[in-house]
């Protein structure tokens, strides 16, 4: 996107940066030139002060050289090929770099020799060549023999997905699998809702399961919750996903799941 350039409000162009992204906001009404550190950029309708814009950060891969062969993950890590991005729409549009999604999938190339709990020793739940799905943020990524991989921790992975519908997730550790229920079309009114007004789900029907989390002694505890339930869950936990059929699906950890429903 090329820099937003002013006119006519008295701004120098090398005083305004480029503003990556952001979207604009109503045109203000007035510029104030009482002090040039807070000066809003009224004319383009910004309706931002210079000193509030953080700085911005990129997060690039660790590119490994050539001469290094292999990577050995530690502990409870492993090392996730990561899926190419998608490139085209499902109708066959081509999508800029801007619009392509970032995948939240991989094959376990490589793992670690596990963890100690008490006197237990913890191997790695997952084996290389299973394609799993992982926390959208987590891991490092590296440049690694011309691909992207990730190193991340085991309980960064939500689980394990042998095909391309996040229905047939095999979820890990304590995390669950829900198909989020759909949203009111109507008001207690009658009122139809648009798509902007509809209330975003915070219930859904529990698909599948983990095996549960780990207690002091390395012991499994299995999670209370069963497949089937209605439960409701925290708004905003978890990470989203559409199925193959356009239903919505979530997969969080089981603590985030707090009450069972029935009617």
């Known amino acids: 996107m090329a820099a937003l350039q002013p006119f006519g409000c008295g701004v120098g162009a090398r005083s305004l940066p480029s503003f990556e992204g952001l979207r604009l906001a109503p ?4 510029i104030s030139s009482s002090s040039s550190s807070s000066s809003s950029v009224g004319t383009l309708g910004l309706g931002l002060k210079r000193r509030s814009l953080p700085a911005l950060v990129v997060k690039a891969a660790t590119v490994i050289a050539p001469k290094y062969s292999s990577i050995k993950p530690l502990g409870d890590r492993v090392l996730v090929k990561i899926k190419s991005s998608e490139e085209k729409t499902s109708g066959g549009i081509l999508l800029p770099a801007t619009a392509q999604s970032k ?13 100690t709990i008490g006197k237990k020793q913890i191997s790695v739940s997952v084996e290389v060549g299973k394609r799993v799905i992982y926390s959208k943020y987590a891991g490092t990524e590296l440049e690694f023999n011309g691909s992207k991989h990730l190193l991340l921790k085991e309980d960064d992975i939500m689980g394990i997905l042998d095909t391309d519908d996040i229905k047939d997730l095999e979820p890990l550790n304590d995390r669950v699998l829900i198909k989020v229920a759909e949203a009111e079309e109507k008001t207690a009114g009658g009122l139809l809702l648009t798509e902007a007004t509809k209330d975003k789900p915070s219930i859904g029907t529990v698909i599948a399961v983990g095996p549960g989390s780990l207690d002091q002694e390395g012991n499994s505890r299995p999670l209370k919750i069963s497949p089937g339930s209605t439960v409701m869950y925290s708004k905003y936990a978890g990470s989203e996903f559409k199925g193959a059929d356009g239903s919505d699906y979530i997969v969080l950890k089981a603590s985030d799941v707090v009450a069972v429903l029935s009617s």
């Open 27 to 30: 045109p203000a009404t007035r």
């Open 103 to 115: 995948p939240q999938g991989g094959e376990i190339v490589a793992v670690g020799d596990g963890k």
